[in-house]
């Protein structure tokens, strides 16, 4: 399995709603990561996980709650966002942090109404 | 601060024509740098990738060139196909993390 997998593809959520963003991989990689990328734009990194340890946080909003429960799953909880979160998340794995072969989902694409 | 930059937002291109997209790098500390293409919808998918040791790398009908000396690198797709019209990223890793540049849109007409 060479794959990171994102579910789900589309979100809708309110404004009060509280929504959970998973991301699995099989590859053995202790690295995972989130990105969240606007339209046009490239992606921006948000959160890093060494060895299922919070790595970086890159002064992300605390709306934005990362976990990563095991080596092959990391959530992002979403709670109480704005429209301007309206973005698509991205998650990446590596066999280390900073190592090489980064391996992106397909992200899933959320919309804050 | 740290940045990594395209010279060209969209590049037009005819069928069958080789294609070069550029990018701009400002962390010397860098020393690994990955392209990706990126579809419509999709998530950015590894093209070709380049260790700072190296000046050129080649795969299935794409070229990375690295310059370390002006902090440029480029990636070359030779007889460049419709199915390669997508938005391409160069990226580097610094410090332990992957920081992508702005993105050049390839557009291939017949």
């Known amino acids: 399995d060479t794959e990171v997998t994102q579910t789900p593809k589309h979100l809708v959520m309110g404004m009060t709603n509280k929504k959970s963003l998973k991301c699995e991989q099989h590859?053995?990689?202790?690295?995972m990561y989130w990105y969240k990328q606007k339209a046009k734009k490239p992606p921006e990194l948000m959160f890093v996980?060494?060895?299922?340890?919070?790595?970086i946080n890159e002064s992300v909003p605390s709306r934005f709650s990362p976990e990563c429960p095991n080596s092959s799953l990391l959530n992002l909880h979403l709670h109480a966002l704005q429209p301007e979160d309206s973005a698509l998340y991205l998650c990446?794995?590596?066999?280390?942090?900073?190592?090489?072969?980064?391996?992106f989902g397909s992200g899933t694409r959320l919309t804050v109404v | 601060g740290e940045s990594v930059g395209l010279h060209l937002p969209t590049l037009s291109v005819q069928e069958g024509d080789n294609s070069i997209i550029n990018c701009a790098y400002s962390n010397s500390a860098s020393d690994y740098f990955i392209w990706y293409k990126q579809e419509s919808g999709k998530g950015p998918q590894f093209i070709i990738d380049i260790r700072s040791n190296m000046d050129k790398r080649q795969g299935q009908r794409v070229t990375v060139l690295l310059n370390k000396t002006v902090k440029h690198l480029s990636l070359q797709i030779a007889a460049t196909q419709p199915g390669d019209s997508a938005v391409y990223f160069c990226?580097?890793?610094?410090?332990?993390?992957?920081?992508f540049g702005t993105g050049t849109r390839l557009q291939v007409f017949p």
């Open positions: 996980y060494s060895y299922e340890k919070l790595s």
């Open positions: 990226a580097e890793t610094a410090n332990d993390k992957l920081i």
């Open positions: 990446a794995s590596s066999q280390v942090q900073g190592s090489y072969g980064y391996t």
């Open positions: 590859m053995g990689h202790r690295a």
